[in-house]
């Protein structure tokens, strides 16, 4: 015949920390602000473009849907701190953490730069092999898999299924 558990009594194994006290600054609803303040420009700077363009999203389609989400996460944040919330706890990344955040956005600001030169297609294909292999260290075999199914899966997308027109100063 099994005993029945008794209660647990306040340990020190068993409490749980007080948690300290933040107390909220006005510089704290500064992201916030600017996340609001940037979505409502996204939105304003794009007033003169469409949204739909026949078939396809117009170039105002994603402008839209990125200063909604932007404009949303600024509210919640600023509800978050307005309530008593954090904000967050800052967390800066390791030593390899910041060799690829580096490392990634490094290759993004490469891609915006060489994809009207280049091509977007080939640009993509290099950067699709640059993340796995050298950002997030991925095994050749798959990466070059993941690689091709991308590329060609955005060109045949874009190109045939969207029948939107990409950067191909190149021809592809």
Known sequence: ?????????????????????????????????????????????????????????????????LSAAGGLLGILLFISLWRGGDGGVLDLPDRVGLRRAVLALSAMAIFVVAAPVIGMVPVAGIFMLFMLLAVLGQRLVPSLITTAIVVFGLKFIFAYGLSVPLPAPLGF
């Open 1 to 65: 015949m099994s005993q029945p558990l008794a209660p647990l009594a306040a340990s020190p194994e068993t409490e749980v920390p007080a948690t300290p006290s933040y107390r909220v600054t006005a510089l704290d609803y500064m992201p916030a602000i600017a996340m609001m303040a940037l979505s409502l420009a996204i939105f304003i700077g794009t007033a003169g473009l469409k949204y739909w363009d026949n078939v396809t999203p117009g170039a105002r389609f994603l402008p839209i849907w």
